[in-house]
């Protein structure tokens, strides 16, 4: 998979995008992830991206001209054209289901919002697709296009150790309630003991401990997650 990032802020992205995980992922070949300095687009002298909204209000928008320089230019550098997503508080909302659907993808092309957001023509004629990681307002869309990515990146066959623990997650098809609660040695501490169902190597028993921990906690937490499920 190759991943581009347009952004004003490329230093925010570049540690986490080299450790774990997603360092791993790109040494061993499963993604490529490029950055690009928007304000490299920008034509004038001094690399203006944003000005003033027409009509008035707070803030600044980033301005049609780089963001069009930049796309056409990034997209021309693959033969395959990818999908281009723009990161912003007004996207719809992204979970583990789109995720995977991402992962699917061979090319991946994120613009980061910033200020105020975009001039309305980038959302009309250059984006496919606007998402948000949460009801909430960041000073940039890099970190959200951290968040995506790390949760994309995880998904690509071979990233993950044990792939099967991304089938049986929060939120995966297989198990949409959160998870319950889980146990390593040693089997006390502090005189906490790990659940006897646990240590008793009833197969059965044990996932039915597992699926009912699992439904309650959902139901304290996300009960909003079981009526979906």
Known sequence: MR???ITLFPEILRGPL?????????????????????RDYARDKHHTVDDRPYGGGPGMLLK?????????????????PGRVIFLSPAGAKFGQAKARELAGLERIIFLCGHYEGVDERVREHLVDEELCIGDFVLTNGALAALVVIDAVIRLLPNVVGNEASTQFESFSAERPWLEGPQYTRPEEFRGWR????????HHGKIEEWTREQSRRRTERVRPDLLNEA
């Open 3 to 5: 991943i581009d990032v």
């Open 18 to 38: 080299d450790a774990s995980i997603l360092g791993r992922a790109q040494r061993g070949g499963q993604a490529e992830i490029h950055l690009h300095q928007l």
């Open 64 to 80: 049609c001209e780089p963001i069009f320089e930049a796309l056409q230019d990034i997209q021309a550098r693959v033969a395959k």
């Open 194 to 201: 790990v659940p006897e169902i646990l240590l008793s190597g």
